[in-house]
């Protein structure tokens, strides 16, 4: 069986295909890449469910293919859940890591430790040719860090502090942050239903 992700994003194809390695072995995973070039929809919904949703249905629209999509990010208790949908454009339309990690790490400045919690939301969509969906979701708590630490990952990992680490998201393994990541959570959720 062949399903799309829908991303153009190495890191979360091959997070992927680790997790559906092991939990469904005759799915063939593909990205975007690997399917004709279709332009792809805006993320217009003021959820991760509904931006999920938005990408899987245009990719089984324009592949035929089953199509799984995930829309994720970061929820600040201080900043009442955002950056939330807006983690990637947090500083700005041209989606930089490094801006939006500074603009965190500024709002939250005056902040103590007990005070900067938040988690990592993923929301991972499948939609089937039939027009089947289900949507499964997948948190990580922690906390945002005083500075950046580590060389793994992306986005905000090098801020962020899972649950009981001492150590960022960055600062993880690949195998050890697909075992704790919002993202796994969801992804494995999502491999046993298909």
């Known amino acids: 069986m062949k399903i799309l992700l829908a991303t153009r994003n190495a890191g979360k194809i091959d997070e992927l295909r680790q997790i559906l390695a092991e939990a469904a072995p005759g799915v063939e995973l593909v990205g ?34 089953a199509t799984i999509a995930d829309d994720s990010g970061l929820a600040v208790d201080a900043l009442n859940g955002m950056p939330g949908v807006l983690s990637a454009r947090w500083a700005g339309s041209k989606k930089d890591d490094a801006a939006n990690n500074a603009l965190l790490l500024d709002q939250l400045s005056d902040l103590a430790d007990e005070r900067r919690g938040a988690k990592f939301v993923c929301a991972a969509a499948i939609v ?5 969906e289900l949507v499964v979701h997948g948190e990580m708590p922690g906390r945002i860090g005083r500075e950046e630490r580590g060389e793994n990952g992306f986005g905000y990992d090098p801020l962020f502090l899972p649950e009981g ?6 600062e993880l393994t690949a195998q050890e942050k697909n075992a704790i990541s919002h993202r796994g959570k969801a992804f494995r959720e999502l491999a046993t239903r298909i």
């Open 165 to 170: 680490r001492d150590v960022t998201s960055a």
């Open 128 to 132: 089937w040719p039939d027009g089947r």
């Open 32 to 65: 975007l890449d690997a399917v004709d070039e279709f332009p792809e929809t805006p993320e217009t919904e003021l959820t991760f469910a509904g931006n999920a949703l938005l990408k899987a249905r245009d990719g089984v629209r324009h592949s035929g293919l």
